[in-house]
C-alpha cells in the first residue's frame, strides 16, 4: 500500500501585494488599524469609515514616516547621531506641526518631572516613618 | 483656555464625540517605536522622537482626512471618504509641497 506522502498544506506562497517601498519592512497589515479609525472619525470622517480607506491611510502614512526619517537622517549622517531636533528642523516651515512638536515635548518633561518629583517624596515618606 | 470653554459647552453630542476621539486617537507607541526602528536600523528608538514623529503623522493624518472633506463637498458627494478622496488629497497636499519627496529617485523598488 502506498504511502501517499500528502505534503502538508504548502505555505501560503509569499504574498506579493505587500508595499515595494522597503524591502526590510515586513510588517503585519491593520497595525494601525484601531488607531487609525479613531483618528479618521475624529479629522471629520464616518464614524465607521470604509476598510479600504483605512487600509489606504495606513500605506500612505508608513511609507510618509519612512520618507520623513530618511529626509532626516540625510541631515544628521553630517553631525553624527540621528537626534530628535532633526525633526523639527524638517517641519520647521509647517508652523502647526513645529508648533505641536514644541508642546508635545515640554509636555513630556514636564510629566518626566512630575514622576521624579512624586518618586522623591515617596522615598522621604518612606524613610520619615 | 476660555474661549475652549466657551465653545465646548455649546457642543452637540455627536460634535463632542468626535472631539474626544480627535483629542484621544494616536498612534500606539510601541507600534510606532517597532517601525522606526527597522527604518533606522537600530533598535533604540528615544521616546521623544516616537512622541514626536507620532505627533506629526498623526497631523498629516488630519490634513489628509480634511482635505478629503474638502474634495467631498466640491463633488457634492456624501458618506464615508473613498479611497479616491484621499488619493486626490495626497496629490494636491504633493503640490503643496506638503510631503516629504526623496530627492535621490529610488532605484530598486
Not at chain 1, 35 to 46: A, E, P, S
Not at chain 2, 41 to 57: D, F, L, R
Not at chain 2, 59 to 81: N, S
Amino acid at each position: 500500500m502506498h504511502n501517499s506522502s500528502s505534503a502538508a498544506a504548502n505555505p501560503p506562497p509569499p504574498s506579493s501585494s505587500k508595499p515595494s517601498s522597503d524591502a526590510s519592512l515586513k510588517r503585519k497589515r491593520g497595525m494601525f488599524q484601531k488607531d487609525l479609525q479613531h483618528m479618521m472619525y475624529g479629522f471629520g470622517d464616518d464614524p465607521n469609515p470604509l476598510p479600504e480607506t483605512v487600509a489606504l491611510l495606513e500605506d500612505i502614512v508608513v511609507e510618509y514616516v519612512t520618507d520623513l526619517v530618511h529626509k532626516a537622517q540625510d541631515i544628521a549622517t553630517k553631525r553624527g547621531k540621528l537626534l530628535t531636533e532633526d525633526f523639527l528642523y524638517l517641519v520647521r516651515k509647517d508652523t502647526p506641526k513645529l508648533h505641536r512638536c514644541t508642546e508635545l515635548l515640554s509636555m513630556n518633561e514636564e510629566l518626566k518631572q512630575a514622576r521624579k518629583a512624586f518618586e522623591v517624596d515617596e522615598e522621604k515618606l518612606a524613610t520619615g516613618d | 483656555m476660555a474661549k475652549m470653554q466657551a465653545i465646548l459647552s455649546q457642543f452637540t453630542e455627536e460634535q463632542m464625540s468626535r472631539y474626544e476621539s480627535f483629542r484621544r486617537s494616536g498612534f500606539q507607541k510601541a507600534n510606532m517605536r517597532r517601525i522606526l526602528a527597522s527604518i533606522i536600523g537600530s533598535q533604540k528608538v528615544s521616546m521623544p522622537m516616537t512622541i514626536v514623529i507620532s505627533g506629526i503623522a498623526k497631523m498629516f493624518v488630519g490634513e489628509l482626512i480634511e482635505t478629503g472633506r474638502m474634495i467631498m463637498a466640491e463633488r457634492k458627494e456624501m458618506g464615508p471618504i473613498r479611497p479616491c478622496h484621499i488619493r486626490e488629497a495626497f496629490r494636491r497636499l504633493k503640490l503643496e509641497g506638503k510631503i516629504p519627496k526623496q530627492s535621490v529617485p529610488r532605484l530598486f523598488r
